[in-house]
C-alpha cells in the first residue's frame, strides 16, 4: 500500500472488491421474459454503454431460483460493476452496474466493493478508465483473467472525498450526456429528412414535373414511357440468353400508389441485366487457369455507400473474372442476411481497377442510357424495403430474396431530363445533410473523449486534491 499526497492510496482491485466470474447458460433456459433472477450477456451490457446507460435493469432472459440452483449459479449482488471477459476491443472495454441482484453469463465478469471504504460508483468510474484490451491475452479471441484484473491498482482516496467527486463526475456527465442528446436528436432528425427527400424525389414531388415545364415552355418531351420502349430495344438487342427472346412482365400496379404525369412504373428485369455473382467455396475445383481477384461481400454493400475498408479476394478464371468484372454504373443489391440486409445496396463507381461480387450480392447493369443508377438504387433502398421484405423468403433470424423475385421490383421511371433535376437537386440536399451529419458525428466523438479525459483526471493523480472539486470548469 502507497501513501499518496492528501491521503490518497494505492490498492489492488484484489485487495479492495469481491471478482466475480459468471455462469454457463444452457439454451434450454434462454428467451424467458420473466423471473425472479435478470441474467445479462454481453451484448446487453454493449447496448446499455451504446445508449449512454450506467445501470442495467431489463434484461432479454431471466430465470427462476430453481433454474438458477440446476446450473449452480449464484446471483451477482446489486451495484456491481460488469464487464466483458472476451471479445474484441470494442466489448471488452464496455461497462454497466447492476441495479439488483443479477445472474451474468459465463463471458462477463463483475467487481464489487469489498470494503465499506471503497463506494461502487467510483469503482465503476475508475474501471472505465482501465483499457482492458491491452490486458487481454494473445489469443485468438482476445480475453482477461482474474489475476490480470487482480493486480490493476486503483488509487483510493477517504471514502467522503470519493463520493465528493462522483458526484462532480456526475454532475459533468449531466451536462455532457444533455449535449450529446442534443446530438443524437440532430442525427435523428438528418435521417429523418434524408428520408423524406428521397421518398419526395421518388414520387415526382421534390422538383416541377417535365409536364409542368413543358406545357410553359410549349416544348415536347421524352416520357418515362417512351424511356422504357427504348431500354426494351436495347434489352432485346443485348439479350444473350438461350432459347427465344422473351419480353419482361409488366409490373402489377394494383397496389401501387399513381404516377405524376408522364411517369411510367417498370419492373428491374425491363430496365436492367440482373445477375448474380460468384460462389466462394474452397473445394470448387477450375477448369482453367485461375488467378486472385478482388471481390465484394454484403459487408462491403451498405446502404448508399460502399464500405471498402476490408476487401477480400478469391480464385476465378479468367471467364469468370470477365462475366462478373464490375463496371461504373452497376446497381448492387444484397440477397440478404440479417433482415436490415435484404435488398440494400448502392451504385459501384469504378471504385477499384478490377473487382467481381460474391453471389450473395447481384448486379443489375441498365439498359442503354437516360436512367441514373443512383436514382434506382435511392428508390431501392427507401420504397423498395416493403417489396424486398413482402417478396423474400424469412427464417428465424435471417432473410433472402432470390433473383426471380428481384427481377420483379417495381420502379418508377420519370422522364429523362426531369430525373437530371431530381438526381441534382437530392445530391445538392444530401452533401448538406453529410456535412450535417459529419459535424455532429465529430462532436459525438469529441464529448466521449471529454468524458474520459473528465475520468483520466480524476485518477491520474494530478487531481488528488479535492480543491478541484470547486474550481470553475470553463464551461
Known amino acids: 500500500m502507497t501513501e499518496l499526497q492528501n491521503k490518497w492510496q494505492i490498492r489492488t482491485l484484489g485487495e479492495a472488491c469481491d471478482?466475480?466470474?459468471?455462469?454457463g447458460f444452457p439454451e434450454r433456459l434462454q428467451g424467458k421474459t420473466e423471473g425472479d433472477l435478470p441474467f445479462f450477456k454481453v451484448g446487453d451490457i454493449s447496448e446499455a454503454w451504446k445508449h449512454g446507460e450506467v445501470y442495467l435493469s431489463k434484461a432479454n432472459h431471466y430465470l427462476n431460483l430453481d433454474e438458477a440452483r440446476q446450473i449452480r449459479a449464484k446471483p451477482l449482488p446489486k451495484n456491481t460493476t460488469v464487464f466483458a471477459k472476451i471479445g474484441a476491443?470494442?466489448?471488452?472495454?464496455?461497462?454497466?452496474?447492476?441495479?439488483e441482484p443479477s445472474l451474468v453469463d459465463n463471458n462477463v465478469m463483475g467487481l464489487h466493493p469489498s470494503t465499506k471504504a471503497l463506494d461502487y460508483k467510483f469503482l465503476f468510474h475508475f474501471i472505465c478508465t482501465v483499457k482492458l484490451d491491452e490486458l487481454s491475452r494473445a489469443t485468438t479471441v482476445p480475453s482477461v483473467r482474474k489475476s490480470d484484473i487482480e493486480q490493476i491498482q486503483l488509487p483510493l482516496p477517504p471514502l467522503d472525498e470519493q463520493r465528493q467527486i462522483v458526484a462532480e463526475i456526475e454532475k459533468k456527465f449531466t451536462r455532457l450526456e444533455a449535449g450529446i442528446a442534443a446530438l443524437r436528436r440532430v442525427q435523428a432528425n438528418l435521417k429523418r429528412y434524408r428520408a423524406a427527400?428521397?421518398?419526395?424525389?421518388?414520387?415526382?414531388?421534390?422538383?416541377?414535373?417535365e409536364a409542368e415545364l413543358v406545357r410553359k415552355e410549349r416544348r415536347t418531351y421524352e416520357t418515362g414511357e417512351q424511356l422504357l420502349a427504348r431500354m426494351l430495344v436495347e434489352r432485346r438487342k443485348n439479350w444473350t440468353g438461350r432459347g427465344e427472346y422473351k419480353e419482361p412482365a409488366a409490373p402489377d400496379t394494383a397496389n401501387l400508389p399513381p404516377l405524376p404525369e408522364g411517369w411510367t412504373w417498370a419492373t428491374l428485369d425491363a430496365i436492367a441485366e440482373v445477375k448474380g455473382g460468384i460462389t466462394k467455396?474452397?473445394?470448387?475445383?477450375?477448369?482453367?487457369?485461375?488467378?486472385?481477384?478482388?471481390?465484394?461481400?454484403?459487408?462491403?454493400?451498405?446502404?448508399?455507400?460502399?464500405?471498402?475498408t476490408e476487401i477480400k479476394v478469391i480464385k476465378a478464371t479468367e471467364d469468370e473474372i470477365q462475366a462478373l468484372m464490375l463496371k461504373p454504373g452497376d446497381v448492387l443489391f444484397n440477397e440478404g442476411g440479417d433482415r436490415d440486409k435484404l435488398g440494400r445496396g448502392w451504385v459501384w463507381n469504378g471504385e477499384l481497377p478490377e473487382c467481381i461480387h460474391q453471389n450473395h450480392v447481384f448486379r443489375a447493369r441498365l439498359?442503354?442510357?437516360?436512367?441514373?443508377?443512383?436514382?434506382?438504387?435511392?428508390?431501392?433502398?427507401?420504397f423498395g424495403q416493403k417489396f424486398f421484405f413482402d417478396e423474400g423468403k424469412?427464417?428465424?433470424n435471417l432473410a433472402s430474396i432470390s433473383m426471380t423475385k428481384l427481377k420483379g421490383l417495381p420502379i418508377p421511371l420519370p422522364p429523362p431530363a426531369e430525373q437530371v433535376r431530381i438526381v441534382a437537386e437530392v445530391e445538392r440536399r444530401l452533401s448538406v445533410v453529410e456535412q450535417q451529419e459529419a459535424v455532429a458525428s465529430a462532436n459525438l466523438q469529441r464529448?466521449?473523449?471529454?468524458?474520459?479525459?473528465?475520468?483520466?483526471?480524476?485518477?491520474?493523480?494530478?487531481?488528488?486534491?479535492?480543491?478541484y472539486l470547486r474550481a470553475p470548469t470553463g464551461e
Open 89 to 99: 476491443a470494442i466489448a471488452l472495454n464496455r461497462r454497466a452496474i447492476l441495479s
Open 281 to 308: 467455396d474452397q473445394n470448387r475445383k477450375h477448369t482453367s487457369p485461375a488467378r486472385l481477384v478482388p471481390y465484394l461481400r454484403v459487408a462491403n454493400v451498405q446502404r448508399g455507400y460502399i464500405d471498402l
Open 19 to 23: 471478482i466475480f466470474a459468471g455462469f
Open 394 to 396: 424469412h427464417t428465424t
Open 197 to 209: 427527400v428521397l421518398k419526395a424525389a421518388c414520387e415526382g414531388r421534390l422538383v416541377p414535373t
Open 367 to 382: 439498359h442503354g442510357v437516360g436512367l441514373n443508377p443512383k436514382y434506382v438504387s435511392w428508390y431501392a433502398n427507401t
Open 447 to 467: 464529448a466521449t473523449r471529454l468524458r474520459q479525459s473528465v475520468l483520466q483526471q480524476v485518477f491520474s493523480g494530478r487531481l488528488a486534491d479535492a480543491a
